[in-house]
Each structure stands twice: as structure tokens, then as C-alpha cells.
């Protein structure tokens, strides 16, 4: 059993993980879609497996299974998610600097509000840039000092459109239509015919090749929360179908 957490099953059932090979993940997808659970899934598989874990949710969208969980970081002030990107960019430039990455650690974003602090957001008025530049400097730095960080969102932002290609190596969309495409940063590439919107359907694209996603791992709040106290050998997480795998 791989020790990496599962994203989901492609269309021949083969396990489609995320590994550190896999790079920063951009997941793209509109309100609604499953990036919450994405997020919670990776999360609670990688706690289990021993990682580290930090949550940027600054709205509370549904990460309340980490609170108070052992090498969990959870962020919700946007003073403070500032302050600990800050620490994260610092931390990362000097073991990428010194190549000891340190213990891995996984940084999930959460869509709903977080970019946009991520975007406007000081921790206080002295020129140390907005909180994004210090995420930007993360995900710049973290691969070689062992942090892998997921973004979730429905809309990039705007300073990081050109920078897509070059900091993230792995994209999740839901619909790989020219919008998302675009946010993406896979203009280069060829698109996939589009398929319409269907929650937890991922469309998971890395350097390597495309799979389409017809069963996302899926772990609900109180199975996350005791998930990390079990080893992942004892205590597989369970991938449940979604409607559409039924049919």
C-alpha cells in the first residue's frame, strides 16, 4: 500500500496518488465542487503517514476535523496566515539554500476568501509585501526544502497568472474548459474534450501525462479526525464512488 495519499481512481481503477515527485498542486474548480473534501482527503492521509500539516482557511469553510490535532498548524487570522508564510518562506529558502529539506510537511490553501487575503493582506505596515508574496516565495523554495503545498481556488490570483507554469507541476480541474485551462497555465498543451462540471471528478494533469479521475478518495469530518492516530497500513482511507462512477 503506497504511503502517499490517494487523490482518487482513474478510469482503468488503477490509484492515483499524490506524491512529492507530483510538485505543487493547483486545484481549479468553482464553489461547490469538492475542493473542500480534495483538501481534507490529502490532509488527513498525510498526517496519517506522518507529514506535517498547515491549513489556510481564513473562512472556515470545513477544516474543523485538524483543530487541535498533533503537527497540524491551523491558520484562520489573517494577520497570523501572514506571519507564518513568512516563517514558512524563511524556513524554506534556508534548508532549500543548505539542500535539507527537514521533515515534510503539507501546506493546504483553501479557496473560499484566502486568496483574496493571500492578495491584499499585511501583517503590519512595514514594506514586507502582502501575504501572496510570501506564499510565492514558498512555493518558489518549499519542493527542495520538503514542503508541498496545495492551492485550491476558482480563480487565481492575478500576480501568480504567469507564474502557474513554472510553480506548480500538477493541476486538478474539474472541467478543463479555456477558462480553466487558462488559470492553469496549460495553454502550451493540448485540452482535453470538455465534460461538463461534476463534483469530485478531477481531471489530474502532471508533466508525465493526464488521467480523468472516476472515483475521489473521500474521508467525512469525524473519519479525518481519528484518521492521523492510525498508521496508514492499519487504516486505509476509504474512497468512496460519486454519482457519477455509479451510473
Known amino acids: 500500500m503506497s504511503k502517499h495519499p490517494l487523490i482518487g481512481l482513474d478510469a482503468e481503477g488503477d490509484a492515483v496518488h499524490l506524491t512529492p515527485r507530483d510538485g505543487h498542486v493547483l486545484a481549479v474548480a468553482p464553489p461547490g465542487m469538492g475542493t473542500t473534501e480534495l483538501l481534507r482527503s490529502l490532509g488527513a492521509q498525510a498526517l496519517a503517514a506522518g507529514q506535517h500539516l498547515d491549513i489556510l482557511d481564513v473562512h472556515h469553510v470545513g477544516h474543523d476535523w485538524a483543530r487541535g490535532l498533533d503537527r497540524v498548524t491551523y491558520v484562520d487570522d489573517p494577520d497570523q496566515?501572514?506571519?507564518?508564510?513568512?516563517?514558512?518562506?524563511?524556513?524554506?529558502?534556508?534548508?532549500?539554500?543548505?539542500?535539507?529539506?527537514?521533515?515534510?510537511?503539507?501546506?493546504?490553501?483553501?479557496?473560499?476568501?484566502?486568496?483574496?487575503?493571500?492578495?491584499?493582506?499585511?501583517?503590519?505596515?512595514?514594506?514586507?509585501?502582502?501575504?501572496?508574496?510570501?506564499?510565492?516565495?514558498?512555493?518558489a523554495h518549499g519542493r527542495l526544502a520538503g514542503i508541498q503545498v496545495v492551492l485550491a481556488c476558482r480563480e487565481l490570483p492575478g500576480p501568480l497568472n504567469g507564474l502557474a507554469r513554472d510553480l506548480f507541476s500538477t493541476r486538478l480541474l474539474i472541467?478543463?474548459?479555456?477558462?480553466?485551462?487558462?488559470?492553469?497555465?496549460?495553454?502550451?498543451?493540448?485540452?482535453?474534450?470538455?465534460?461538463?462540471?461534476?463534483?469530485?471528478?478531477?481531471?489530474?494533469?502532471?508533466?508525465?501525462?493526464?488521467?480523468?479521475?472516476?472515483?475521489?478518495?473521500?474521508?467525512?469530518?469525524?473519519?479525518?479526525?481519528?484518521?492521523?492516530?492510525?498508521?496508514?497500513?492499519?487504516?486505509?482511507?476509504?474512497?468512496?464512488?460519486?454519482?457519477?462512477?455509479?451510473r
Open 81 to 139: 496566515l501572514h506571519r507564518h508564510l513568512i516563517g514558512l518562506a524563511h524556513q524554506a529558502r534556508g534548508r532549500a539554500a543548505k539542500g535539507h529539506p527537514g521533515p515534510s510537511r503539507l501546506l493546504l490553501v483553501e479557496n473560499d476568501g484566502t486568496t483574496q487575503v493571500l492578495l491584499d493582506h499585511q501583517a503590519d505596515p512595514r514594506p514586507n509585501g502582502v501575504a501572496l508574496d510570501a506564499l510565492t516565495a514558498v512555493l
Open 175 to 246: 472541467e478543463p474548459n479555456d477558462r480553466t485551462w487558462r488559470i492553469a497555465g496549460l495553454t502550451d498543451r493540448t485540452r482535453p474534450p470538455s465534460t461538463g462540471f461534476r463534483p469530485g471528478l478531477w481531471h489530474h494533469l502532471t508533466r508525465d501525462g493526464d488521467h480523468r479521475l472516476v472515483q475521489a478518495a473521500r474521508i467525512a469530518q469525524d473519519a479525518a479526525a481519528t484518521l492521523p492516530r492510525h498508521t496508514c497500513d492499519q487504516q486505509p482511507p476509504a474512497v468512496c464512488r460519486t454519482k457519477e462512477s455509479q
